[in-house]
């Protein structure tokens, strides 16, 4: 008898029995259901399970003899059904581990699925983040930073490596910033608002300061702060602007309010015995209430051209034009104090394209300050001059009167800005200029530019675009 195979089977990862089938093939052939049974057993076989054959070597090959011994009264039916048993056992356990690997395969699947959806979300709130504005800065239960956005490493200047994460005191120099942060990690605090002022480039720059503690879900400590800073410098001077504008305002409509009803009551109550007398108190309450009138006018326009609800009609004029007609409906106002004015020849291709009545209000405002502050026997200068490179065209009123001091030649245009030096010269509600510089700049595109020097005499001037048509005469 010829002893041809032995197979062994060793199933599961070391936890499993291992069980031993020898099999002799009386006939010296084996069957073709032993051969698949090895070969599956084969690919299941490991390096635990070679070693486990080699330290019972002995014994297994003390049982492969008495098996062989045995062979020849074993029946060959039974040794077919004992294959047949054992190749479907391998092939039960065999679907089993497939069923385990797919299942596996899909769990893996899903759970890599997920990684890229957590990747892809966690990618899209960095790139939020840093597409904030404000500046964004989160710390640590331990008082390090783990996020900043851009915003946040300009303002303090620092670069933020995800990878290396450092204090608070080290990335941010701000001690009062670190101090609120630290506060609020201590207190726990899940909103609390302050504001700060942090010096950057010389200047101060307020913010609005929210800081958010947020607590670990299952021990109650705080795990993170969340920093955002907003900058509201820009929204503190509105503020203080809307502010000095209402004061401004209540101001100067209580001045000529006030002589109008002074003079109203004194007219009322007979204190103006004769004609002449009642006359001065009506001329008076006119001048007072031409003057608010003025004043109101002013403060519409102004509102209007900042709010852009003002109408425009913009046609193409010869800015010399208007200059010449501003100067012949201000030259009876300049001869009453023997104020002499020389304006320009008219120059080619000057043309713009203007709301005329606006930027005649321009020149007449330009030319009365003049007057209005030019002694008697003075002399006014008006002159255009046409830039051919630039495709504009400046005009520059230029005076004799008694100059502006040099603190406040940068504050002439602003809104009730008056010259306390030059007070006593003429009266005015220090809106005025504030308008040129509106119609020239917002309205028009232009710019407009003084220079003084004080009793001397002042340069008020204005720059305009050429209209396309005459620039490209010009050109």
Not at 258 to 263: H, R, T
């Amino acid at each position: 008898m010829k002893r041809e195979t032995a197979i062994w089977i060793s199933l599961g990862a070391g936890n499993l029995l291992a069980s031993a089938v020898g099999v002799t093939a009386g006939l010296g052939v084996l069957p073709k259901q032993a051969v698949v049974i090895a070969t599956v057993l084969a690919l299941l076989t490991g390096t635990g399970f070679l070693l486990l054959i080699w330290r019972h070597l002995g014994k297994l090959r003390k049982i492969s003899q008495t098996l062989d011994s045995q062979a020849m009264i074993v029946p060959a039916d039974f040794r077919s059904t004992v294959l047949e048993e054992t190749a479907a056992s391998v092939r039960g356990y065999s679907l089993k581990v497939k069923e385990q690997v797919i299942c596996v395969q899909e769990e893996n699947q899903a759970l890599s699925l997920q990684l890229q959806v957590l990747g892809r979300r966690k990618s899209n709130i960095e790139e939020i983040i840093n597409s904030i504005r404000d500046a964004v800065v989160v710390s640590d239960d331990k008082g390090r930073v783990i996020l900043a956005n851009h915003s946040a490493e300009k303002l303090f200047g620092f670069k933020f490596d995800p990878q290396s994460p450092k204090p608070v005191a080290e990335m941010i120099g701000e001690e009062a910033l670190q101090l609120l942060i630290q506060r609020c990690r201590q207190s726990r605090t899940a909103h609390v608002r302050h504001e700060l002022t942090f010096e950057r480039g010389g200047e101060p720059v307020t913010f609005d300061v929210v800081l958010s503690c947020v607590l670990d879900d299952t021990s109650g400590e705080a795990a993170q702060v969340v920093t955002v800073l907003h900058d509201v410098t820009r929204e503190k001077e509105i503020a203080q602007a809307k502010n000095d504008f209402v004061s401004h305002v209540s101001h100067e409509l209580k001045t000529p309010l006030a002589s109008i009803n002074a003079y109203a009551e004194m007219l009322v109550d007979g204190e103006a015995e004769d004609e002449d007398t009642r006359n001065q108190f009506c001329e008076v309450i006119q001048s007072q209430a031409q003057r608010l009138g003025r004043l109101i006018e002013d403060i519409l326009n102004i509102s209007r051209i900042e709010s852009g609800l003002i109408k425009v009609h913009k046609e193409t004029h010869s800015l010399a034009l208007v200059v010449r007609d501003s100067v012949e409906m201000i030259k009876s106002y300049a001869q009453e104090k023997n104020i002499s004015i020389d304006a320009p020849a008219p120059i080619l291709y000057d043309q713009v394209y203007i709301d005329r009545d606006m930027v005649s209000q321009v020149v007449i405002n330009l030319l009365s300050n003049a007057v209005k502050y030019t002694p008697a026997g003075g002399h006014i200068t008006i002159n255009s001059e046409l830039n051919e490179a630039d495709g504009q065209v400046t005009v520059t009123v230029t005076d004799t009167g008694v100059g502006i001091p040099a603190e406040d030649v940068d504050h002439v245009f602003d809104k009730f800005y008056r010259v306390e030096a030059n007070n006593k010269y003429a009266k005015g509600t220090g809106l005025g200029l504030n308008l040129v510089k509106q119609i020239v700049e917002t309205v028009h595109s232009g710019a407009i530019f003084v220079t003084s020097v004080q009793n001397e005499g002042s340069t008020f001037g204005f720059t305009l675009p050429l209209s396309v048509d005459a620039a490209q005469s010009v050109s």
